[in-house]
């Protein structure tokens, strides 16, 4: 009532409501207290022997109960907002209801929060409904690049569900990837080496998830230029992102032609961060979701 558009309306409703209630008490009076006089003048109409115009007054619970919705009616429009812009003596009101129902969810849930940021990994992982928390936050603010199943998509946003990990899985690693975001640089070879040498190492990394054909023209020129970030035998490098080549998981592809693609172009995939957008209670359970 706080809020009505102009201080007429609040007047109106007051009086509205007044002359209601004022109306309503006058016609509950007059009835049970105003016709007593009357009646003992009136002479009542006899219509034949047995019929007559009979006046029985209305049961006296009747009164009661209008009297006590009168004072309800009084008592409330003293406590709560009602006449016109009046706030009532509680100064209730729904606004102010719904921001303190919301500041106690706040302060019931923070507790939560605060002792699920403090848990163990396992004891998080253990409960199942904290997992499923997990898996909305998943499916709110990841999904879209992961995929519905965090299986990875479009040969660009890479499987979370497997047990490779180009940034590393451990708890603290993947925590890491998920704050500060991750940056993959793989340069573009094309203007380094000639197109016959990329072809070469190409064809020299497709081996190597079978330990690496010793006698492969690739493999000098591997060994010089790609060494340093992915390992002399491809074990890869957690802290640049380095793709591990020594398996047959791949993110951009495994077969000759995508290879190719990924050393003449380079490759900079961007994991965003969600430092900013998660608080510390989300990003634990998506990390241990994620590490199980
Ligand atoms: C400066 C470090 C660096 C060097 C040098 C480098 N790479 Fe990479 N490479 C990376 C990073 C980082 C990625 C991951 C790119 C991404 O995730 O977007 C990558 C990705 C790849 C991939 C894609 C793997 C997949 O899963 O699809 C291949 C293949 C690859 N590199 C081969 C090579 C070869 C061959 C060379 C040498 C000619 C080379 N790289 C040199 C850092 C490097
Ligand atoms: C805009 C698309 C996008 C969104 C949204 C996104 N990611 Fe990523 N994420 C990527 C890309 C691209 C990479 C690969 C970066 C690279 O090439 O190294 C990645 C990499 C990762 C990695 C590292 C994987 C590894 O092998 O080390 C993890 C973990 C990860 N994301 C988790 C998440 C989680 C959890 C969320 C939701 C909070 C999320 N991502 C949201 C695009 C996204």
Same mark, same amino acid.
């Given at each position: 009532m706080?809020?009505l558009p102009s201080g007429f309306w609040a007047g109106w409703i007051l009086v509205v409501t007044l002359v209601?209630?004022?109306?309503?008490?006058?016609?509950?009076?007059?009835?049970?207290?105003?016709?007593?006089?009357?009646?003992?003048?009136?002479?009542?109409? *006899?219509?034949?022997?047995?019929?007559?115009?009979?006046?029985?007054?209305?049961?006296?619970?009747?009164?009661?109960?209008?009297?006590?919705?009168? $004072?309800?009616?009084? !008592?409330?429009?003293?406590?709560?907002?009602?006449l016109g812009s009046?706030?009532?003596?509680?100064?209730?009101?729904?606004?102010?209801? *719904?921001?303190?129902?919301?500041?106690?969810?706040? =302060?019931?849930? &923070?507790?939560? /929060?605060? @002792?699920?940021?403090? %848990?163990?990994?396992?004891? !998080?992982?253990?409960?199942?409904?904290?997992?499923? @928390?997990?898996? /909305?936050?998943?499916?709110?603010?990841?999904?879209?690049?992961?995929?519905?199943?965090?299986?990875?998509? =479009?040969?660009?946003?890479?499987?979370?569900?497997?047990?490779?990990?180009?940034?590393?899985?451990?708890?603290?690693?993947?925590?890491?990837?998920? /704050?500060?975001?991750?940056? &993959?640089? %793989?340069?573009?070879?094309?203007?380094?080496?000639?197109?016959? $040498?990329?072809?070469?190492?190409?064809?020299? $990394?497709?081996?190597?998830?079978?330990?690496?054909?010793? @006698?492969?023209?690739?493999?000098?020129?591997?060994?010089?230029?790609?060494?340093?970030?992915?390992? *002399?035998?491809?074990?890869?490098?957690?802290?640049?992102?380095?793709?591990?080549?020594?398996?047959?998981?791949?993110?951009?592809?495994?077969?000759?032609?995508?290879?190719?693609? @990924?050393?003449?172009?380079?490759?900079?995939?961007?994991?965003?961060?969600?430092?900013?957008?998660?608080?510390?209670?989300?990003?634990?359970?998506?990390? &241990?979701?994620?590490?199980?």
């Open positions: 706080a809020d209601s209630l004022a109306a309503v008490a006058w016609l509950v009076w007059s009835i049970y207290f105003g016709r007593d006089q009357q009646e003992e003048s009136e002479i009542e109409p *006899v219509w034949d022997e047995t019929l007559a115009e009979g006046h029985n007054p209305p049961p006296l619970w009747w009164f009661w109960l209008l009297f006590g919705g009168m $004072v309800f009616s009084l !008592i409330y429009l003293i406590l709560f907002p009602g009046n706030t009532g003596l509680l100064n209730w009101s729904q606004g102010k209801r *719904v921001a303190d129902s919301y500041d106690n969810f706040e =302060a019931s849930f &923070a507790d939560v /929060r605060a @002792t699920v940021v403090d %848990m163990d990994l396992l004891q !998080i992982q253990g409960d199942l409904a904290l997992m499923a @928390t997990a898996e /909305r936050i998943y499916q709110r603010e990841c999904a879209v690049c992961h995929g519905p199943e965090a299986r990875g998509q =479009a040969s660009l946003f890479p499987n979370l569900q497997d047990t490779e990990w180009q940034w590393g899985g451990s708890p603290e690693q993947i925590e890491q990837t998920l /704050r500060g975001g991750r940056r &993959a640089n %793989m340069i573009a070879w094309q203007s380094i080496l000639d197109t016959e $040498v990329i072809d070469n190492v190409a064809g020299y $990394v497709m081996t190597m998830h079978e330990g690496g054909d010793e @006698t492969h023209p690739g493999k000098a020129m591997y060994e010089q230029n790609c060494a340093a970030c992915h390992g *002399v035998d491809g074990a890869g490098n957690e802290m640049l992102g380095a793709s591990r080549l020594s398996d047959d998981v791949w993110l951009y592809g495994g077969d000759y032609d995508t290879i190719r693609e @990924t050393l003449l172009y380079g490759r900079t995939g961007q994991m965003p961060a969600f430092d900013e957008r998660l608080d510390d209670f989300q990003i634990k359970l998506l990390v &241990a979701w994620l590490a199980r």
